[in-house]
């Protein structure tokens, strides 16, 4: 079994976070529970000098903060690490003050669930101060060097799920992590929700994933209103559990789809709501193309910051899954779950409407290699279009 110590945090997720921390006085980690935001924290800090770290789960930590501007000044020579920072929010206007009469850089780092809540607080306290990095569990690039990239699609990136002893351990951990969040993740964050009711509507989100979100369509089934639907959604988005994907808005001469699409964000808590156990149960779901597409949308998503993400949707039927575009760069990628894969007209049409100079049709791939697959478009996998968009 794969162990933590064995899978690498990729040296640009550690460059860049030590970059944030020589220029900010105030760095955030930011990311869904249990993806590694501690884990990543401890490997940092020695590498600033001397640090302190504070869990405010603890409850001995979190009677260290009764007097938080007395510590943290007693302190202040060592970068101070505030992990579960959401459970003490009033103390973003303080470090705004200390901050203020000392802005030496990668003097607090703060490590957080990432709560609207949470993001507010600190962007309204700390502007200007602050700089966020955002961590998600194992991306494929993490994980393909040891042969385990259909296992990552099944168990998802959560670090306990992925490297668990096998699927049923695997299967158990994530059924109590959904359990945890729904009972006591979301009220830690100071969010008051019916938990009978977001759990209905995340299995729905999950048999609707990849859809276009109708609010009104999950609103009478759970006996909720539109606006309510809206709110937990915004909550599970929030928490890095969906990502609601706009839909394209360069102006073009088609008619468009007006209305985002939902996704859930970790494959793994997607199978769980569908109660999918194994890779043979997988493969003859009908879910099994939504859940590729979710899949390989968010390892590419997950590994390109700075790319402005949409989809494309016209009317009459021309649909690209992904349009990604940054400068002079504009890529169609469509996503297809089986190694012979057919593409319709309406993707080059597509592709050709928003001068898409990047082509991708990706695929669960048993080779690395990119194939020409005609139209100008290349056959390959999540992997190969972060290596050749990230530079």
């Known amino acids: 079994m794969i162990t933590m110590l064995h899978i690498e945090i990729p040296r640009r997720i550690e460059s860049s976070l030590l970059s944030l921390l ?54 202040a020579g060592e970068t101070v690490c505030i992990d579960e920072v959401q459970r003490m929010p009033d103390i973003f206007p303080l470090l705004r003050a200390l901050v203020d009469r000392d802005r030496r850089p990668h003097r607090y780092l703060v490590l957080g669930s990432a709560s609207s809540g949470l993001l507010r607080q600190s962007g309204e306290s700390l502007a200007g101060r602050i700089a966020y990095s955002e961590l998600q569990p194992f991306t494929i690039d993490e994980v393909a060097e040891h042969g385990n990239a259909t296992e990552h699609w099944l168990r998802g990136g959560f670090p306990d799920s992925f490297l668990a002893e096998d699927d049923a351990a695997s299967y158990r951990w994530r059924e109590q992590f959904v359990r945890t969040f729904l009972e006591r993740d979301i009220p830690a964050l100071g969010i008051d929700v019916a938990t009978a009711t977001m759990e209905r509507l995340w299995t729905m989100l999950a048999a609707s994933n990849g859809s276009t979100l109708n609010r009104a369509r999950f609103a009478d089934p759970i006996g909720v209103s539109p606006q309510t639907v809206a709110r937990y959604i915004d909550i599970l988005e929030s928490t890095f559990m969906v990502r609601v994907l706009r839909p394209f808005f360069r102006n073009t001469k088609k008619r468009l789809v007006r209305t985002p699409k939902i996704y859930l964000r970790d494959s793994g808590l997607l199978h ?101 697959f005609g139209g100008g478009a290349i056959l390959c996998r999540p992997e190969n279009v972060v290596e050749r968009l990230a530079g």
């Open 272 to 372: 769980t709501l569908l109660r999918v156990r194994t890779w043979d149960e997988l493969y003859g779901h009908p879910a099994i193309g939504a859940s590729w597409e979710a899949y390989a949308l968010e390892q590419i998503l997950g590994s390109l910051p700075g790319w402005n993400a949409s989809f494309y949707r016209s009317t009459g039927g021309a649909e690209i899954d992904l349009v990604l575009d940054r400068g002079t760069r504009t890529v169609a990628v469509e996503f297809k779950a089986t190694s012979s894969p057919r593409v319709t007209k309406g993707f080059y049409l597509a592709a050709d409407d928003i001068q898409a100079n990047e082509r991708y049709i990706v695929a669960p791939l048993a080779v690395p290699d990119l194939i020409p």
């Open 22 to 75: 020589g220029q900010f006085p105030v760095v955030a980690i930011v990311g869904p529970r249990q993806a590694g935001k501690s884990t990543l924290a401890h490997r940092i800090l020695p590498r600033i000098g001397t640090a302190l770290y504070l869990d405010l789960e603890l409850p001995s930590d979190l009677a260290k903060l009764r007097d938080p501007e007395a510590y943290l000044t007693l302190h």
